[in-house]
């Protein structure tokens, strides 16, 4: 579990196409306490640490991600030079900052429109049809692995929906959200209790 606040942000070093896709990040994590088979968040994509740095080296630590795993999150994440956004897995006992995150990703999501606000950037994102009935003003979202806040919901044809977000300057400091390129993709993870209320209501019917 994770709670959508980044703690790092990574840079992918190195891809290698093994059986899975075999990626080593460059992160400013202390990997002496990171163990391996540690799950760590990468751009809202829970992945396993099936290696790191030894003690005394810069840290990076490497991950596999499966070819499912890439069909599924949104393009130009799992190539050389790309940021991700980190963050470690939660502990018992850690402050919730955001909200409870499975780094599952539910769909892709693209940018819009941007403009400036106060201090802060508003975004406007559609999500896919099979996300719409999850989304609702006030409620939690996932956007690239970081915990935010849904401003407000618009139905648009077909059936997907367009939602707003506010981004502050802290949150486009510390994230990869400082890049908002039009039509840029976003892993999305919708909030755990509207997927569960969204599967009673199915069995419901």
Not at 112 to 141: C, F, M, Q, W
Not at 147 to 154: A, D, M, Q, R, W
Request: hydrophobic share 40%; with cysteine.
């Amino acid at each position: 579990m994770f709670t959508g606040i980044i703690t790092d942000i990574g840079k992918v070093r190195s891809v290698e196409q093994r059986g899975d896709m075999r990626l080593v990040i460059d992160s400013g994590y202390e990997m002496g306490g990171v163990a391996l088979g540690a799950s760590i968040a990468c751009s809202g994509v829970c992945l396993t640490v099936v290696d790191k740095a030894p003690a005394g080296e810069k840290g990076w630590f490497a991950v596999d991600v499966s070819g499912e795993t890439v069909s599924r999150t949104a393009p130009g994440l799992w190539r050389e030079g790309a940021r991700l956004n980190l963050e470690r897995a939660l502990k018992v006992g850690d402050e919730l900052g955001g909200h409870i995150v499975t780094g599952h990703v539910d769909g892709i999501g693209t940018l819009v429109s941007t403009h400036s606000e106060g201090d802060s950037t508003r975004v406007v994102i559609e999500a896919p049809a099979a996300l719409a009935p999850y989304l609702a003003a006030k409620g939690s979202i996932t956007v690239d692995g970081v915990s935010l806040t849904v401003n407000g919901v618009e139905d648009v044809e077909g059936g997907a929906c367009r939602f707003g977000l506010n981004i502050i300057p802290h949150t486009q400091t510390l994230t990869t959200l400082d890049d908002l390129a039009p039509g840029r993709k976003f892993n999305l993870e919708i909030d755990i209790l509207a997927r569960y209320l969204g599967r009673m209501e199915q069995l419901r019917r």
